[in-house]
Structures are given as structure tokens and as C-alpha cells.
């Protein structure tokens, strides 16, 4: 079972550049898929991008294609999403979020999920 905990929000300037991470508490996280969605005020929560569990294969919404990046270092129980070029629509809580499908790209394909971390970007 995986405990998920974000860290690396804040507040960013428009064009700024922020590297939020997720560790997995304690556990290992060989065999999870792991997504990253962010939810604006009022909004939906979106899906943003995911990763496979060994790396090899990424995907990302085309909104953040070319700005967002994710990776991660399976020897540190640790998935990162690299953001940058950050714009004020960008500004949301940001969650991070596992399961054991090979693909998955809506938030009810996630049984586990973090707490969430914000991101705000001033204009």
C-alpha cells in the first residue's frame, strides 16, 4: 500500500520554474504508476501526466506538453514533476497519486493519493 507525500509547492513568478516531489513513506514504489493532477478553485481535479513504474513510459495533457516534466528515482521512493515557464492559470493544489494499472488517466484509477501541495504564480 502506498503513503504518498508532496512537497515543493510555493509561490513562483510568472515564468518561474518549480520541482515538486512525491515520496512514497517508507515504501517502495516498484510496480505503481504514478500521475500527477492539480485542482484549481472551483474547478475539476485535472490530470496533468503520469509515469510508469519503472520509467520507461511517460504522458502528459497537452496543456503542459513541453513545460512539465516527469521523472523519477525509484532507489529514493521519489516521483518529481519538474514545472516550467509557469504561468498564472497554472496556480492550483497539486496532487500526486498511485496505482497499479499500467495506464491510467482519470482520478477514480488512483487509490492512493497525497495530501496535495500548492502552487501559486504571480503575474
Known amino acids: 500500500q502506498a503513503q504518498l507525500v508532496e512537497s515543493g509547492g510555493g509561490l513562483v513568478q510568472a515564468g518561474g520554474s518549480l520541482r515538486l516531489s512525491c515520496a512514497n513513506s517508507?515504501?517502495?514504489?516498484?510496480?505503481?504508476?504514478v500521475g500527477w493532477f492539480r485542482q484549481a478553485p472551483g474547478k475539476d481535479r485535472e490530470f496533468m501526466g503520469a509515469?510508469?513504474?519503472?520509467?520507461?513510459?511517460?504522458s502528459y495533457v497537452d496543456p503542459i506538453k513541453g513545460r512539465y516534466t516527469i521523472f523519477r528515482d525509484n532507489a529514493r521512493n521519489t516521483v518529481y514533476l519538474e514545472m516550467k515557464s509557469l504561468k498564472p492559470e497554472d496556480a492550483a493544489v497539486y496532487y500526486c497519486?498511485?496505482?497499479?494499472?499500467?495506464?491510467?488517466?482519470?482520478?477514480?484509477?488512483?487509490?492512493?493519493w497525497g495530501q496535495g501541495t500548492q502552487v501559486t504564480v504571480s503575474s
Open positions: 517508507g515504501r517502495t514504489f516498484t510496480g505503481y504508476t
Open positions: 497519486a498511485a496505482t497499479s494499472l499500467a495506464t491510467a488517466t482519470v482520478a477514480r484509477q488512483y487509490p492512493y
Open positions: 509515469i510508469s513504474w519503472w520509467g520507461g513510459t511517460t
